[in-house]
């Protein structure tokens, strides 16, 4: 919602200052301009980039229509999710995990936490690391090592639409410089003509440098950092799990091992340890932890 509104204030403060200024707004709809910068952007897009990727950023960016998912909620349904599932094994042995960890897209016990099943990425990082902590087979150092490796490649993995978005961006300015080059070009194979039909051809050649530079700076600058800023926002997600997981691995107990998760949530959205543990003892996932 927010980056919706962001976009109105740019283009509605440009359009309003220009026509104060007593501009025409017809003049700046060139529409060979945008097929030429548009089409340019696309095409160093598809030249610089696999089809999936292409489409990862597409949607990437529509997802930024839907806000922060990362809320104080989604965090306190982590943090259940960790309890309940820590309690299963102290309760009933880590053998009764193997059932959820396997199959996790298939595990009743995570199906009851929605966000947290429906999150690839931190669905399939919590199973495969839980596989190795059942294991018993990996000291709790080389785990951490483990599970820093995967972190950083899914980062490097999650940061690639922001960066696509940014090289966009970069490269506006000069398409839009090629827009009015090109404009400036058939405004010199018409000079002799009519002084109106000049002006108009130079007035659509520098609304291709225009396009070009809003594009950048209003357009595609403020959606690259709206993306990596999101990455950072599950990575931050992702690290409650890496250490809560560690914890439980070291031995800690389930309380301490999600309190070292809780503690990784920044201040404006992280509970209280007070409501975390009324929530976890109290007011938890009562399915959950009768699993």
Known sequence: MFVIIGLVVVFGSILLGYTMHGGQVGVLIQITEFIIIGGAAL????????LPTVIATIKATIGLLKGNPYTRDRYMELLRML???????????????????????ESQFFAQYPFFFSH?????FMADTMKVIVTGSVAAHDLADMMETDMETMHEEALKPSQIISKVGDAMPGFGIVAAVLGVVITMGAIGG???EIGHKVAA???????????????FGPI???????????????????????????????LTAVEFAR?????????????????????????????
């Open 43 to 50: 095409g160093s897009v598809l030249v610089a980039n696999p």
């Open 224 to 254: 690259a950092a709206a993306l990596e800023q999101q990455v950072k926002s599950e990575e931050q997600y992702m690290n409650c799990i890496r250490h809560a997981l560690l914890s439980f691995a070291r031995g800690d107990a389930p």
């Open 83 to 105: 309890y309940d599932m820590f309690q299963m094994a102290r309760r009933e042995g880590m053998v009764s995990l193997d059932q959820h960890v396997e199959k996790p897209h």
């Open 120 to 124: 690839h990425h931190a669905l399939s």
């Open 263 to 291: 503690r990784n949530i920044e201040p404006s959205l992280r509970p209280s340890f007070a409501e975390m543990e009324q929530t976890l003892k109290g007011g938890g996932n009562k399915t959950a932890q009768a699993a």
């Open 194 to 196: 009519p002084p109106e």
């Open 205 to 219: 050649a520098l609304v291709g440098t225009f396009i070009g530079i809003l594009l950048a700076y209003g357009v």
